[in-house]
């Protein structure tokens, strides 16, 4: 299984940002997937997940409102679309398949696979 997120860079507070992620190597569409984030000195926390039909969501708290996740099962692809950028929210994203297809409750041991990350910067 690969994962390969991209789209992170610099924006400024109140900007937007859209993260994708390619999977290959499974059969994307009987998973799950996830969304987290590990900021400078913090730990890993998780951001998002989306069931295997898009119609199961999960959001963490602090994202809720701001944050939408998608996904393109005829693509491959699970998107994160950013909008309303808190300095606060700067970190690595990375994207991680989940271990089935429901959404979960967002924990780490839940998924056994993960996209090396994309660098999302905002500035104040």
């Known amino acids: 299984v690969q994962l390969q997120a991209s789209g992170g860079g610099l924006a400024q507070a109140g900007g937007s940002l859209r993260l994708s992620c390619v999977a290959s190597g499974l059969t994307f569409s009987s998973y799950a997937m996830g969304w987290f984030r590990q900021a400078p000195g913090k730990e890993r926390e998780f951001v998002a997940a989306i069931n295997w039909s898009g119609a199961g969501i999960l959001y963490a708290d602090s994202v809720k409102g701001r944050f939408t996740i998608s996904r393109d099962n005829a693509k491959n692809t699970v998107f994160l679309q950013m909008n309303s950028l808190k300095p606060d929210d700067t970190a690595v994203y990375y994207c991680?398949?989940?271990?089935?297809?429901?959404?979960?409750?967002?924990?780490?041991?839940?998924?056994?696979?993960w996209g090396r990350g994309t660098l999302v910067t905002v500035s104040s």
């Open positions: 991680a398949q989940r271990r089935g297809s429901t959404t979960g409750g967002g924990t780490f041991g839940e998924y056994p696979y």
